[in-house]
């Protein structure tokens, strides 16, 4: 009975795709603009705040509607519908996002309104009057020179370095075909995309200045060193590696730690959830052993995405279903897991909704790892804050200190409430699936699953496809948590070795782990900008200015305390 429930759970997976990225406007005249926007399934939805960057704009918002008013046209903008019209006369649903109080338009209601094509990458949008045309193209031995009719963003550019052998592939996008090809380039043309294919045994820097690109080569001393594999720790029950691994042509960087469980705490932590607190400043506070990104989230909000418990406590509740890294006594998996969290309250039942969570609910719960403001009203919620032993000091609105719970109740149950009084217990009770046996101390939601001897194909299949596209079939950095079949938890970050913001697709990463070793079981966290490895006290992999800062939750490795 329970497989066909875990089954079910597979199939009927709510999967987060709301991921923050760019809008980037180019133009023949002005540099290009570069905007907050994101991505919910397979629509941008771009902020509506930030369209004043653009040109000049009418913005009037009320409670309920907001207008924008440009070129003799009216955007409005519905708040509390989610719609939006294109002169009082072209209705678009759902078309309107509302997230932590900004508002966002999507991305065929933007180019319509403001007469603009749009082209579409991962993680980008682009919008333009006219597609981009090279107007010149120039290639030397030590030097590829490029020139466009329009502004291009540095996001428009990307040289990769495909293979060990010197073999190099420029991508260029949105562009159009290009009209005269040098002879010694393998030339290619997709959805807007030039590819230009080029061998040689050097390293090469990008440098776009307006509307010139030039590829040149790097003439700095390129060291060796990353291509050693290293291993700097080999204490009983914990080994810290990084090599270099090679798959389907693409050098690979992997950091990887293989960790013994019974001999090594493994923690969750929480970055002052709620707030944006910079990771690197939080783990130099903390001081693990080793620690990497864990949970997905919403980066607007810093939400984590799916159930958390560390320390025996439960520490984040949501509704998503996602399978779950499970650490309890002499137990160890990866697996779907289906939590209830009730409250007993003067012979009354209810079930908590959330924990640590802005998620709507009519019972909520809040612990002091929850940092930022508690945005319910007295007006809408009757508060209790009960002590260590459960039983409450107090009937206010008040932040929870250590070993102390804010309890929410809707008012709406107010009439049951009259009786309580303080000194009055609350009980709790964490019902749970019947594939987990006892209460873990440790219980982290991510996904997919990679490998798991008890799921067939079939239903790994069906698991894959509940994800968004971005995370299944793109080429990003890939955080892992694996068991092998030693019973040892391994945590890996994958990127690319030429060029770091590549990776690894789904599969690829699969496949990849099918040659690092034997595992059992094994799970992705959440990758791309928020894959970070840190060990010995400093951030191993590679870091730009598109790497996330604020990362809430982590999973880390610490002394066990004996």
């Not at 397979?42 to 207008?67: A, C, G, Q, W």
């Not at 006219?130 to 466009?148: A, D, H, L, Q, R």
């Not at 008890?454 to 892992?480: C, F, H, M, W």
């Amino acid at each position: 009975m329970m497989k066909k429930l875990i089954f079910l759970f597979l199939l009927i997976i709510l999967a987060i795709n709301l991921f923050s990225e760019e809008a980037i406007f180019i133009s023949q005249n002005n540099p290009p603009l570069s905007m907050e926007a994101i991505k919910n399934q397979d629509y941008f939805y771009i902020n509506v705040e930030h369209l004043s960057k653009y040109d000049s704009m009418v913005m009037n918002r009320t409670s309920r509607i907001m207008y924008i008013i440009y070129n003799k046209n009216v955007l409005e903008i519905s708040l509390n519908d989610y719609y939006s019209k294109i002169n009082f006369i072209n209705k678009y649903n759902n078309s309107v996002l509302i997230v932590d109080e900004n508002v966002y338009i999507r991305e065929d209601v933007l180019s319509t309104f403001l007469q603009l094509n749009r082209f579409k990458d991962i993680d980008s949008i682009f919008f333009y009057s006219e597609i981009p045309k090279i107007t010149n193209s120039n290639v030397s031995t030590s030097e590829i020179e490029i020139g466009f009719n329009s502004y291009l963003s540095k996001d428009s550019i990307t040289l990769t370095k495909i293979t060990k052998d010197g073999d190099y592939l420029l991508s260029i996008k949105p562009v159009a075909p290009m009209e005269n090809i040098p002879d010694n380039f393998d030339y290619s043309y997709s959805n807007n995309t030039a590819y230009l294919k080029f061998k040689s045994d050097f390293n090469y820097e990008v440098n776009l200045n307006g509307k010139n690109l030039s590829i040149i080569i790097d003439k700095k001393t390129i060291s060796t060193s990353a291509d050693t594999d290293k291993t700097t720790s080999k204490n009983e029950g914990l080994q810290y590696i990084e090599k270099i691994e090679e798959l389907n042509g693409q050098r690979l960087k992997i950091y990887q730690l293989i960790v013994n469980p019974k001999i090594y705490q493994i923690k969750v932590d929480l970055n002052n959830l709620g707030t944006r607190s910079d990771v690197y400043s939080f783990l130099k506070d903390k001081n693990p052993i080793f620690s990497v990104n864990a949970s997905f989230f919403d980066p607007q909000t810093l939400e984590p995405v799916g159930n958390i418990i560390s320390d025996g406590t439960l520490l984040h509740l949501s509704s998503y279903s996602r399978p779950a890294l499970i650490i309890g006594t002499n137990f160890l998996d990866i697996d779907y897991i289906k939590l209830e969290y009730q409250l007993h309250i003067d012979n009354l039942l209810f079930w908590v909704k959330s924990i640590n969570s802005t998620w709507k609910g009519d019972v909520k719960l809040y612990t002091h790892h929850y940092k930022g403001n508690i945005a319910e009203t007295e007006g809408n919620y009757a508060f209790f804050l009960i002590d260590e032993n459960n039983r409450i000091i107090s009937k206010n609105k008040t932040t929870p200190s250590e070993g102390e719970k804010l309890v929410l109740i809707d008012k709406k149950y107010e009439k049951y409430l009259g009786n309580i009084s303080l000194g009055t217990k609350i009980d709790f009770t964490l019902n749970k699936s019947e594939n987990l046996p006892n209460d873990p101390t440790l219980l982290l939601e991510g996904g997919p699953i990679l490998i798991h001897s008890k799921y067939t194909q079939e239903q790994l299949d069906a698991e894959k496809k509940s994800y968004s596209n971005g995370i299944i079939y793109s080429k990003a950095p890939r955080t892992v948590v694996a068991i092998d079949k030693d019973r040892n938890i391994n945590l890996m970050v994958i990127e690319g070795l030429d060029n770091p913001e590549t990776g690894l697709t789904y599969d690829e990463t699969k496949n990849l782990l099918f040659e690092l070793g034997e595992f059992e079981v094994a799970m992705m966290l959440d990758g791309g900008s928020s894959s970070i490895v840190y060990y010995e006290g400093e951030i191993q992999n590679f870091k730009n200015e598109k790497t996330r800062n604020y990362i809430p939750v982590l999973l880390s490795v610490y002394e066990k305390i004996l």
